[in-house]
């Protein structure tokens, strides 16, 4: 008996829960949105429980800054189909997740600022979210009702958008919505410009933004410390960038450089 209660209380503590409770004000869709769907019961996964959902790219998600995520299988309109609504720590995070996981967009509907539509995909960034709609079967008609979701999920989040001017200033709207991608740590640099891996390697506490051009690379690199940002200019030995350098690396900021690399 002692034995069974040791065992059940090393489970208990040794393994988080795989559910939680969501914010208030979190975009779920309901059957008063879509009356006419059928909705799973949805399953809730918060911090490192994510690697019980999907073992092999939690990393990814925690490495931005990931929250909860809420899962449901929506029946509608003779389509099935899988949403997921991710909540960031923040729009930079949301952004740079959903910077990495597009592909192949076939279109960018125009309920969100970003948006990346495929085959059998929908992907949004609002606000401090990543919303990812996944259809099986690829028709028109499942097109469109991923859309509807999608539409009813963004219409309830009033987040504030990220910033990417601060990053990039002067840098095309639409190259930052097909071009773009940002960056918090190796993980993110793999998934969106791995060409730059070994650049980065061994720099730590940063935000990279990068836009990816035919002939070279636009990167916006931002520290969160003297120290981190200390280390990075003696490893390129770029001691003497100021703001008024002239030449491929500027200063724009504190701890802010902005500079060209060669594609």
């Avoid at 740079?96 to 597009?102: E, T």
């Avoid at 592909?103 to 609002?126: A, G, H, N, V, W």
């Avoid at 960038?241 to 690396?249: F, L, N």
Wanted: glycine letters at 8%; charged letters at 25%.
């Amino acid at each position: 008996m002692l034995k069974s209660l040791l065992v059940s209380v090393i489970l208990v503590l040794g393994f988080p829960p795989c559910f939680s409770q969501l914010p208030e004000d979190f975009p779920l869709v309901s059957k008063s949105d879509l009356p006419e769907a059928k909705f799973s019961s949805s399953r809730t996964f918060n911090g490192k429980a994510l690697f019980g959902y999907i073992d092999g790219g939690a990393e990814l998600y925690l490495e931005y800054g990931f929250s909860v995520v809420s899962v449901t299988d929506i029946e509608y309109m003779q389509g099935k189909y899988k949403t997921e609504i991710y909540r960031m720590k923040g729009p930079e995070e949301a952004f740079g997740i959903f910077s990495v996981s597009k592909y192949r967009c076939l279109d960018m509907p125009s309920f969100s600022e970003f948006t990346c539509r495929s085959k059998y995909q929908l992907q949004i960034c609002k606000g401090s979210y990543y919303i990812s709609i996944i259809n099986g079967t690829g028709t028109g008609a499942d097109s469109i009702s991923s859309a509807k979701i999608g539409r009813i999920i963004t219409d309830k989040i009033n987040d504030k958008e990220v910033d990417l001017s601060q990053y990039l200033p002067g840098v095309q709207e639409e190259l930052l919505k097909t071009r773009c991608f940002l960056a918090k740590g190796r993980l993110g640099i793999v998934n969106g410009t791995p060409d730059l891996e070994d650049f980065f390697q061994g720099i730590t506490d940063y935000t990279a933004v990068i836009v990816t051009m035919d002939n070279k690379k636009i990167v916006s690199l931002k520290f969160r410390n003297k120290e981190s940002y200390q280390k990075f200019l003696e490893l390129y030995h770029w001691e003497d960038v100021r703001p008024d350098t002239a030449g491929p690396v500027k200063k724009i900021a504190d701890y802010h450089l902005v500079f060209e690399l060669p594609e």
